[in-house]
């Protein structure tokens, strides 16, 4: 079992529509971050969480520690929001690094 | 712009030549990374570097070896090229403390034929 599962793999919205992905990991973390991957693109860093909430624009990331267990939302889903957004951790059995989920692949259609 | 500098965007090399991928940073960050990304891997830990003089392997250091040449640069060289590492590197870093997050470098798409 991986250590970092998110859900859906693959996600198709209509533009407006509000968007909820999923992400569980199975060890003690000290830190959460969620990725933004456009195709054939660069990554960028959207949040980094250690508990909370947090909010960037129609972007809001949640965590329960108790139940490790992080979502990310997408508010009014737009065209640009079309992305693989992965879910990686720090701490737990790779110490500083990060451990990566597998990514889900949004596609927001006008 | 503050941020990440991958060269090259893109290479392709014939087995067993070599090549080095040059990352740096201008964000005074302690911690540096190498990344490949597969399609069904997700991104896999090469090598990384936690400060200036020290580097460690990751998860899938064969093949390749690294320099951290000062604060600001992270090298990676792929000495003898082979199809295997047909991949995107992803150069990374990250300073220290709690509650800094990651930077990452555009990408180099590299083909080995």
């Known amino acids: 079992k991986n250590e970092v599962e998110q859900s859906?793999?693959?996600?198709?919205?209509?533009?407006?529509?509000f968007i909820t992905i999923n992400c569980s990991y199975s060890v003690g973390i000290s830190a959460l971050h969620w990725l933004q991957?456009?195709?054939g693109g660069g990554i960028v860093s959207l949040f980094m969480l250690s508990s909370g909430k947090k909010k960037h624009g129609r972007l809001i990331a949640t965590i329960n520690i108790q139940e490790k267990h992080s979502s990310l939302h997408i508010t009014a889903s737009h065209p640009r929001d079309s992305a693989v957004y992965i879910c990686a951790v720090r701490g737990g059995t790779a110490g500083n690094k990060l451990t990566f989920g597998g990514g889900t692949r949004v596609l927001v259609k006008p | 712009n503050a941020g990440v500098t991958q060269t090259p965007k893109f290479q392709v090399l014939k087995t067993g030549q070599s090549m080095t991928l040059q990352c740096a940073q201008d964000m005074n960050h302690n911690s540096m990374y190498w990344?490949?990304?597969d399609p069904g891997m997700g991104l896999r830990l090469i090598y990384y570097?936690?400060?200036?003089?020290?580097?460690?392997?990751?998860?899938v250091p064969n093949g390749y070896n690294v320099s951290r040449l000062n604060k600001r640069e992270f090298s990676l060289r792929l000495e003898s090229a082979a199809p295997s590492q047909t991949s995107v590197y992803f150069c990374a870093s990250r300073g220290t403390g709690g509650n800094y997050g990651?930077?990452?470098?555009?990408?180099?798409?590299?083909?080995v034929v």
């Open chain 1, 8 to 17: 859906p793999q693959n996600l198709t919205a209509q533009e407006g529509e």
């Open chain 1, 37 to 39: 991957q456009h195709p």
């Open chain 2, 35 to 37: 990344y490949r990304q």
């Open chain 2, 49 to 59: 570097s936690a400060s200036e003089g020290t580097t460690d392997k990751g998860e």
């Open chain 2, 102 to 111: 990651y930077t990452f470098g555009s990408g180099t798409r590299l083909t």
